[in-house]
Structures are given as C-alpha cells and as structure tokens.
C-alpha cells in the first residue's frame, strides 16, 4: 500500500463518519400530533396530548390504536406478522410506521415539517 493509497484510505473513513454524524445524529422534534391514513377514509388529525385509544376499520379488519401523552402506537391489529405493533411508540417528529396489509399507516409531526416527501404503499 502505498503512500497515496493510505492518504485515499484515511479520507474515505472521514468522509463516513461525516455523512453517519450529518444525517443519521440529527436533532429531533417532540411530537405535537399525528396524521392517520387508513384506505376509503379521509386522513385523521390527532393531538397527541391526551389519552386515548382509536378504532380504525380497515381492509383486514379493527386495528386499535393508543394515545398517551405525547406519543403513539399500534395497539392490536389483525394482521399476521404484528410488524407494526413490534415497532413501538412513535415519540418524535417524523417518525413514521405502517400496518401494510391492513393498510394503516401512522404519521408523527413535530412543530416543523415531516423529513418525508411523499409515502406510498
């Protein structure tokens, strides 16, 4: 390995953990509300500074979704692989998840805009 080899070699590291640092440690939001898509509904806007739980009628059936001070997340659902229960509550702005079979999806907003552009499932 040559000289001009390591100096290439070095740079590429930093060049790494610079874009891990930029776009991955970025500062987040609180969560202030969500928007709830569900197939044949309009999307439904909720404040996330209550508790509450949500009955959402969907293609495979009821999903139940929780409210608590704060945050949100996917209570029950009829679908098989649970995935959207398993991922938790959804506590910053910008965070996003989805019952693709029942097709449900949730997303949380902060005091700025979402980092999506556009979601399509």
């Not at 509300?33 to 059936?61: D, E, F, H, W």
């Not at 704060?70 to 679908?79: N, T, V």
Request: charged share 15%; proline share 4%.
């Amino acid at each position: 390995m040559t000289r001009a080899d390591r100096i290439i070699f070095i740079l590429a590291i930093l060049f790494i953990l610079w874009l891990y640092h930029h776009y991955w440690t970025i500062e987040r939001t609180p969560a202030a509300y969500a928007i709830i898509r569900a197939p044949n509904q309009l999307p439904l806007l909720v404040k996330l500074n209550s508790s509450q739980q949500l009955s959402i009628t969907a293609a495979l059936g009821e999903t139940i979704i929780e409210i608590q001070a704060g945050k949100i997340r996917f209570l029950a659902s009829p679908c098989r692989g649970k995935q959207c229960i398993h991922t938790g509550w959804l506590t910053h702005g910008g965070d996003f998840t989805a019952c693709l079979p029942n097709r449900i999806s949730i997303e949380v907003r902060g005091a700025d805009h979402s980092k999506f552009d556009s979601i399509a499932y």
